[in-house]
């Protein structure tokens, strides 16, 4: 229901799904003749022998039925293609002032990042969309190393993110939801396992997720936490993943300033729980086989610590 | 000794392979080259078969651990790869190097030895590429190696490489034996067959040879600067070097679209054969069907960008190939109807194996045709793009447009090729589990793919509610695999206890069915003449040539639109340089994978064979210098 083409919840995939429900009907209808006239002509019983120099004198009435054949196919085709003209124009209407947001693929997560309304500061989070439900949406999309394709089956069709190249895609949500995607271009061995999720909330809902956003990793309150932060900045984390407020600023990984606050983690592939982030810390390669993550040469007591504390990030 | 006799004696000694295990690799006639076609071109269609009853069985249940990602990826790699390249392409072309000397009435193809050693390319390709997959060098980056996945950075190792590398094998081979069917069907028909009375089967390939020629070009440049790119540092498909990954894009479909048709259109000429053969009637609309070809081939070139439709480009180019995709219907239409017309004005008809694959054809191929419709459309094909939609299309149309059809013509043809025919009712048993199996794999796909499920996945989370389809799909995958098993079975009984079939077991109108079953090494005792389009179905008294010499390989070149005679060219004989040359082909192709220099150091070789290829024989330059004739009056 969440991640299928036939059950629209936005302005482009119901004007989609209401062309391919025209070209269904009339493809169906062509299937139906044509394969009707075929079956009889074979189950017709006839007794006209097997000369086939007789029977080659009807040539002249086949071909008019031939032709009158054909003629339909030509009507039928040049109207199915005008209706995807027609579609395809209204599609690319614009439908108000769009929210930016800038996407970048990486083998295998979804980097989003929000540009800034008002000169407040830059939101950035992975493999989640927030989106305010009944605005446009502008995707600007690139990748940084393979060509991945950006898909939500509920919302909008698929458009490729290609490295050096920039490409573009809008969508809207008519309903608040959760609406999966994943990536449909094959990009390596995690193909697979690189989901996003679309979460189209209320506006007002969008806003507080927004400010929330904008604000700087909580501080850890615990013992644990405050554990799980050192083991964070001490350890090789740093290198690939940033959380404001912290000493951490990598950029090759996903930004973890609110890491606590998303669904899942490795795109879509564990549920986010701490123990999901201690199976997923420890060894990586063994949950997302091919992953750039290494595996973290930790106690087991760091671990836990370290996985409290990115909870705790919400 | 009569006449007739004396000369078959001579025929049989001038046109016989050498006896003895020499002999085999040095063999140049053209049944004898196909059916090392078939055979090695199926062994490579069950390995490619197997493969994907794995991936079924991967995907058969969620979550599965059946298979790792890295095992999958090169599963279905080397599942696409094998079928489209070691498969479907040259199986057509097999069928055409069997079939278009007999049905032009030649003695062999043009360019026997070319021939020898297309073959010998091709099988040096298949079994490297083999070779690399079973010691884990297999292809991970799809058979359409998108690049950069596909690139140095993204695909380190040799496992690109020996994909790149099998590219050139085969399109090595493809090319030169579309060179050798375009000669035979244009200069070698028998005298009288005029253009207009080419058999459709013979059309089709050369068409579909014509197509190879134009598109094999853009495959073999991208898939050199791919193998460039990673083996000497170029930047093509490079962007941060002012490369771009969607040159390769380009290239790589401006050949894989016509590539579809290139398996396709052979396809429609065995249909065309294959029905008026039960109808009873010639043809309808024989003008028509010629041009449906040719149209065909000319549209599939401006269609490749449908394969890009996600890649944003601007609105006016996305027009222009939607309108090119969709407009493709109306030929294929059109020669649609002109086989129902010719089955609905023919004779009683007899539901033999080999029609009854062609009416599977017709339920579906039509579906997949139709979702071929969709796909044309931008707007929808931004849904169903990359995913088990089509899957299921793609199966629909290659599968149901080129493979049953395919079967159908082994049913046909096989009497010819073996002098017995096929048990009908394993071959209905044959195609059933066929089409049944076909239809529970693949029909379910399309609801897969509109569901979000997307290619090339190797396995998904239970919570998509996948599981129940895809179990289906594998169910279907092995009743496919039983009826193909079937039809294997098949061929090995009736090799040894199959009926005797006589020259022409169906009463067919062309004119392999004039020779023997299987055909004497010289094909035809006398060239036949041609006097009209359905020549066996002719009344009255058949002519032919007389005059050729039975003592060296004379055959007779007629003029390309009304075949009449022009001249005789001696063929050359058996020669082990084919294989010696396609060897240090191998080794120059095979060693370029590792490093450069074997381009220049593997040349060497190469011209060598070749040169012994061309190198003279002083016994046949005496026999053609005492045949050689002078003309009585010089004008003509």
């Known amino acids: ?314 | 000794m009569s006449y007739p006799e004396e000369n078959e004696a001579a025929l049989h000694r001038t046109w016989s392979e050498r006896p003895g295990w020499l002999g085999w690799l040095m063999a140049v006639n053209h049944r004898t080259i196909a059916k090392r076609y078939l055979v090695t071109t199926l062994l490579f269609f069950v390995a490619a078969g197997i493969m994907a009853l794995l991936m079924r069985l991967q995907l058969a249940r969620p979550e599965n651990t059946f298979l790792d990602t890295d095992r999958y990826s090169q599963l279905f790699s080397m599942h696409g790869s094998v079928m489209m390249f070691l498969f479907a392409v040259p199986i057509m072309e097999a069928v055409g190097v069997y079939l278009v000397p007999l049905m032009v009435g030649a003695r062999n193809i043009a360019f026997p030895r070319l021939n020898a050693f297309s073959y010998w390319i091709f099988l040096f390709g298949g079994l490297m590429f083999f070779a690399a997959f079973l010691l884990n060098t297999g292809p991970e980056a799809g058979w359409f190696s998108y690049v950069p996945l596909a690139g140095p950075d993204y695909s380190p190792g040799k496992r690109t490489d020996f994909w790149a590398q099998l590219i050139t094998f085969t399109e090595l081979s493809a090319l030169v034996v579309s060179i050798e069917i375009i000669v035979t069907a244009l200069k070698m028909r028998a005298p009288g067959m005029s253009l207009d009375r080419i058999p459709l089967l013979v059309w089709a390939e050369v068409v579909t040879a014509f197509m190879v020629i134009f598109a094999m070009p853009a495959v073999m440049l991208s898939s050199t600067f791919l193998i460039t790119d990673r083996l000497v540092s170029t930047h093509f498909y490079n962007p941060a070097g002012g490369g771009d990954p969607l040159l390769w894009q380009h290239l790589f479909w401006f050949f894989g679209h016509p590539e579809v048709y290139i398996i396709f259109v052979p396809a429609l000429g065995m249909i065309s054969q294959i029905i008026p053969t039960f109808a009873r009637r010639p043809v309808v609309g024989y003008l028509g069907l010629v041009m449906a070809l040719v149209i065909t081939a000319f549209l599939a070139f401006g269609l490749w960008v449908h394969h890009m439709f996600a890649t944003g480009l601007p609105p006016l180019g996305m027009s222009f190939f939607t309108a090119a995709s969709i407009l493709i219907a109306i030929p294929t239409g059109l020669q649609i109807f002109c086989w129902i017309a010719t089955l609905a004005t023919g004779g009683q008809v007899r539901f033999a194996t080999p029609l009854l694959f062609v009416i599977g054809f017709f339920f579906t191929f039509i579906i997949g045709g139709l979702t071929g419709v969709w796909l044309g459309s931008t707007t929808l094909d931004s849904q169903l793009h990359d995913t088990y939609f089509v899957v299921a299309h793609l199966h629909y149309v290659l599968i149901g447009g080129a493979i049953m059809p395919l079967f159908g013509a082994f049913y046909f043809w096989f009497p010819k090729v073996t002098g017995r025919l096929l048990s009908e009712s394993l071959g209905k048993w044959n195609f059933w589990l066929f089409f049944i199996g076909f239809h529970v794999t693949f029909f379910p796909m399309h609801a897969l793919g509109l569901d979000g499920m997307t290619r090339r996945i190797y396995t998904y989370g239970a919570d998509r509610g996948w599981q129940e389809l895809n179990l289906v799909a594998t169910v279907g995958a092995f009743i496919l695999a039983i009826s193909v098993l079937v039809f294997i079975v098949n061929v090995i009984v009736s090799l040894r206890r199959g009926a005797l079939a006589g020259d022409n077991p169906w009463n067919a109108s062309t004119l392999e069915w004039a020779t023997r079953s299987p055909p004497p090494p010289y094909n035809f005792q006398f060239i036949p003449v041609v006097e009209s389009r359905d020549p066996l179905w002719q009344k009255g008294e058949r002519r032919h040539v007389v005059g050729l010499s039975n003592e060296v390989r004379s055959v007779l070149i007629t003029a390309i639109h009304d075949a009449q005679p022009d001249h005789t060219t001696t063929f050359p004989s058996p020669s082990l340089w084919p294989l010696l040359s396609a060897l240090a082909t191998t080794g120059l192709f095979v060693g370029s994978i590792f490093t450069p220099w074997a381009v220049l150091w593997g040349s060497i070789p190469v011209a060598v064979g070749l040169i012994g290829w061309f190198w003279p024989s002083h016994r046949e330059t005496e026999i053609n210098r005492r045949l050689e004739i002078k003309p009585e009056s010089p004008a003509r």
Request: net charge neutral; hydrophobic share 40%; glycine share 8%.
């Open chain 1, 1 to 314: 229901m969440n991640h299928s083409a036939l059950h629209p919840a936005g302005l482009h995939a119901a004007q989609i799904a209401h062309l391919g429900l025209t070209f269904l009907i009339v493809s169906c209808a062509v299937y139906v003749m044509v394969i009707g006239v075929l079956l009889a002509v074979l189950i017709r019983r006839r007794r006209r022998g097997s000369d086939p120099n007789t029977l080659s004198r009807s040539e002249r009435r086949a071909l008019i039925g031939v032709g009158v054949a054909v003629g339909i196919t030509t009507v039928v085709v040049t109207a199915l293609a005008i209706s995807e003209f027609v579609t395809r124009r209204s599609l690319e209407q614009d439908t108000g002032e769009p929210l930016h947001v800038r996407i970048i693929g990486h083998q295998w997560w979804w980097e989003v990042q929000y540009s800034s309304d008002s000169g407040a500061g830059q939101v950035q989070t992975a493999n989640e969309l927030h989106i305010p439900v009944g605005r446009p949406v502008q995707l600007q999309m690139t990748s940084q190393d393979v060509i991945h394709s950006f898909w939500v089956p509920n919302l909008q069709g698929k458009r490729d993110l290609i490295p050096g190249r920039t490409t573009h895609i809008s969508l809207v949500a008519d309903q608040p939801g959760r609406y999966e995607g994943q990536c449909a271009e094959f990009c390596g061995f995690q193909h697979a396992k690189m989901r996003i999720v679309v979460d189209a909330q209320s506006p007002a809902d969008f806003d507080a997720w927004r400010q929330v956003q904008l604000q700087s990793a909580r501080e850890p309150v615990s013992d644990l936490e405050r554990r799980g932060k050192q083991v964070f900045e001490n350890s090789t984390c740093v290198m690939c993943h940033a959380i404001q407020g912290s000493l951490a600023s990598g950029t090759i990984g996903p930004d973890l300033t609110h890491v606590g606050s998303r669904s899942s983690i490795a795109a879509g592939t564990l549920p986010n729980t701490p123990q999901t982030l201690v199976l997923w810390i420890a060894n990586p390669s063994a949950v997302k086989p091919g992953t750039a993550m290494p595996s973290a040469a930790l106690s087991g007591e760091d671990l836990r610590s370290l996985a409290t504390y990115l909870a705790s990030l919400k």
